[in-house]
């Protein structure tokens, strides 16, 4: 069974880094067709992909967040990292790590509230 925990900060301040780390257990980051992913969901507002980094170690981007997001991994600790640069209030969300097989959502974490507040 895969297992996915999000971690990191619920509160950043405006114009600062959001950073949040999914660990896995259960299955090895770097499986072949395996995309380790980040979906978040706004008050409102409908799920949202964010990006994702693949068996490779290759990240892939909402072309509306490139330049401010950067997704990477950590082989090591089987985990893998999401950082949202100069964020505003709108990206205050609930901030999930998914693990995607080929493209499909299969596994969620249980989910982070993020809030963007001064």
């Known amino acids: 069974q895969v297992h996915l925990q999000e971690s990191g900060p619920g509160l950043v301040k405006p114009s600062q880094t959001l950073s949040l780390t999914c660990t896995v257990s259960?299955?090895?980051?770097?499986?072949?067709?395996?995309?380790w992913t980040w979906i978040r969901q706004s008050p409102g507002k409908g799920l949202e992909w964010m990006g994702a980094v693949g068996y490779t170690g290759l990240a892939y981007y909402n072309p509306s967040l490139k330049g401010r997001i950067s997704i990477s991994r950590d082989t090591s600790n089987n985990q893998f990292t999401l950082q949202l640069s100069s964020v505003t209030p709108e990206d205050t969300a609930v901030y999930y790590c998914?693990?995607?097989?080929?493209?499909?959502?299969?596994?969620w974490g249980q989910g982070t509230q993020v809030t963007v507040s001064s």
């Open positions: 998914v693990r995607a097989v080929y493209g499909l959502p299969w596994d």
């Open positions: 259960g299955a090895s980051i770097t499986t072949i067709y395996y995309y």
